[in-house]
């Protein structure tokens, strides 16, 4: 029999607060992302692991990161966080210790391989891969060249054709482009930042970016404007050959 995929909520951008009454672009963030896991819930499918990659506070507070724990923790499933533009790494990995959370690195399950990589810059909304990290994931794509492998972290790598979002996106994005392209067993590349659902084919490898579970930025536009969509989140099935299937899911807004 063959092995069952690998079921993944792939959440993003949550801004929690420490105060569970704070709102963000009058939206209540704890109550969405509440909203958001409980639909995610009681979908059809199971719910196997958690991926989080970044922006999980607003405040960049212990608080903020401690109510995140309090809201995943319930489901009992792996958790895999990594930091975003608005988090402070440190307290996040702090904060979020032991299991069933981590923070970063390498994650194996089956015939996959789960790379999660940190694109903070301190004092910048864009990103940028450090030397460190490119040696590291380097290294990782070289020990881990039998397995399919995807790649996760906060800040988009292509091109969405949105000028402002770009002018925010992976700055050396030309650079960890060289290092995957070297690696046939790669599938996808997983980001949140943009508030938006995107999907793009590149040599075979996926670029998804998926919608927070707050609010959404309008695609395609010059200028920052926010869009009517809903709170979403997504679903990554990892099958054991290979596949890669996903959906976008959204919720209606919490009151």
């Not at 704890?30 to 199971?46: E, F, G, I, M």
């Not at 399950?109 to 940028?128: E, I, K, P």
């Not at 930042?193 to 075979?204: E, M, P, T, Y």
Request: with cysteine; net charge negative; glycine share 6%.
């Amino acid at each position: 029999m063959a092995d069952p995929a690998l079921s993944i909520l792939h959440i993003t951008d949550t801004h929690l607060f420490a105060a569970a009454d704070e709102r963000l672009r009058g939206v209540n963030t704890c109550r969405s992302l509440r909203a958001v896991l409980k639909s995610a819930s009681t979908a059809a499918r199971p719910v196997d692991a958690v991926l989080a990659t970044g922006d999980l506070s607003q405040d960049e507070s212990a608080g903020a990161y401690r109510r995140f724990r309090e809201l995943l923790a319930p489901l009992a499933v792996p958790v895999w966080c990594l930091p975003g533009n608005h988090d402070a790494p440190e307290r996040l990995a702090a904060t979020l210790a032991g299991p069933p959370f981590q923070v970063g690195g390498a994650v194996v399950r089956g015939g996959w391989t789960l790379l999660l990589l940190d694109s903070v810059m301190a004092g910048d909304h864009g990103g940028r891969l450090s030397a460190a990290q490119l040696d590291w994931l380097a290294a990782a794509l070289e020990e881990h060249r039998q397995r399919h492998v995807l790649i996760a972290l906060h800040h988009h790598v292509l091109p969405l054709q949105s000028r402002w979002l770009d002018e925010l996106g992976l700055y050396n994005a030309a650079e960890l482009l060289q290092v995957i392209d070297r690696a046939p067993q790669l599938r996808a590349v997983v980001a949140g930042h943009v508030h938006q659902a995107s999907d793009i084919l590149r040599n075979g490898v996926r670029f998804l970016t998926t919608p927070s579970t707050c609010f959404q930025f309008l695609p395609q536009v010059a200028s920052f404007a926010v869009d009517r969509r809903p709170p979403g989140y997504r679903w990554l099935e990892l099958h054991a050959d290979g596949r890669l299937e996903t959906e976008v899911a959204w919720i209606e807004p919490p009151q």
